[in-house]
C-alpha cells in the first residue's frame, strides 16, 4: 500500500507533532472497529472507549486526512436549514431534540478539548455580522429563536461594540455567539487520535478497509491484516470509494438487520 502523505495545507504544515502509526498487519480482535480517523470515527472510538469497549480504529491514510484536518475550523451552531426551519417540518418536540444537537456539538469540542488537553488553538466566541437595519432585525430574532432552545451565550451588538469585537466600521451591528469559535482542525484531530490511544484503543494508518464480512461477527479486512469485531462503526466521508465498504449504509443495514454494524457518514 502507498503510503499516503497530507496534501500540503497551511493545517498540515503547523499541525502537532504526531506519531506516523503503523498499518495493520495482523489479525486482531476488538469489541468495535471504527472505519475511519476523522471527527466522527475518533469521537466515537473516544465514546465508546470511555464506556469500556475495546477499540481499533482503521484509516486508509493518515489521522485527520479528509475533511476534518483540511475544514475552515469555524465552530458554528445549527443546521443547514435553522431550527425554526425543522420545527416547521417535523413538529416542536422533535425540533427540541434537534436543537439540542444543534449546540451539543461545541459542548463535546470544548469538554473534548480540557479533559485530554488538546492544543487546537481554541479560540470562543463568533460574530454574525449585519450590514443593515434589515439584517440586524434577523439577527434579532436569530437571538431569540437560540435561546428558546437554550443557547444563553448570546450578545446583540450595536455599531460601537461590533466595531471593538471587528475592527472596523463596515457594519451597523450584530450577534455574538459565544457558544462558537474556532479550533486548528488538524490539531483537534490528532488530540482526539492522541486521547483514543491513551484509553488503550489502537489506530492504525495507511489502513484501508478493503472488504467487510457480515453477520453476527463481522471482519474488516485490510489489504495485510483483519479486525474480528462484535461491531462495526463506518465513519467515511468522500473517499468511501470501495463498493464492499461504501454499501454499508443506513438504508443497506435496514435490509440487512441482523449485521452489526453502525454507520456514521458526514
Known amino acids: 500500500m502507498a503510503n499516503i502523505a497530507y496534501p500540503p ?25 471504527v472505519i475511519g480517523a476523522g471527527y466522527t470515527g475518533l469521537s466515537s472510538a ?71 488537553n488538546i492544543a487546537c488553538d481554541l479560540k470562543d466566541g463568533g460574530v454574525f455580522a449585519a450590514l443593515s437595519a434589515k439584517q440586524m432585525g434577523h439577527l434579532e430574532a436569530q437571538k431569540r429563536l437560540w435561546e428558546r432552545y437554550g443557547n444563553q451565550q448570546l450578545e446583540l451588538l450595536d455599531q460601537r461594540r461590533i466595531r471593538e469585537v471587528a475592527g472596523t466600521d463596515q457594519y451597523v451591528g450584530g450577534l455574538l455567539d459565544m457558544s462558537g469559535g474556532h479550533i486548528h482542525p488538524l490539531n483537534l484531530a490528532l488530540g482526539e487520535a492522541a486521547a483514543v490511544e491513551s484509553l488503550g484503543g489502537r489506530i492504525f494508518e495507511q489502513s484501508g478497509a478493503t472488504r467487510i464480512d457480515r453477520g453476527a461477527n463481522p471482519v474488516v479486512h485490510t489489504a495485510e491484516g483483519k479486525v474480528r469485531a462484535k461491531f462495526v462503526i463506518v465513519a467515511g466521508n468522500a473517499y468511501l470509494g470501495n463498493p464492499d465498504t461504501g454499501a454499508c449504509r443506513q438504508v443497506d443495514a435496514l435490509r440487512h438487520p441482523g449485521d452489526r454494524y453502525r454507520t456514521a457518514e458526514r
Open 46 to 116: 473516544l465514546f465508546l472507549l470511555e464506556q469500556g469497549f475495546s477499540v481499533v480504529v482503521l484509516e486508509a491514510a493518515r489521522v485527520g486526512f479528509g475533511a476534518s484536518g483540511r475544514n475552515g475550523g469555524q465552530i458554528v451552531n445549527s443546521y443547514s436549514r435553522d431550527i425554526d426551519v425543522i420545527e416547521r417540518s417535523v413538529g416542536q418536540r422533535e425540533a427540541r431534540l434537534f436543537g439540542e444537537m444543534a449546540f451539543e456539538g461545541g459542548r463535546i469540542i470544548r469538554e473534548r478539548v480540557e479533559r485530554y
Open 9 to 33: 495545507s497551511y493545517y498540515a504544515a503547523s499541525a502537532n507533532p504526531a506519531p506516523a502509526r503503523p498499518a495493520l498487519r495482523e489479525d486482531i480482535q476488538a469489541d468495535v472497529c
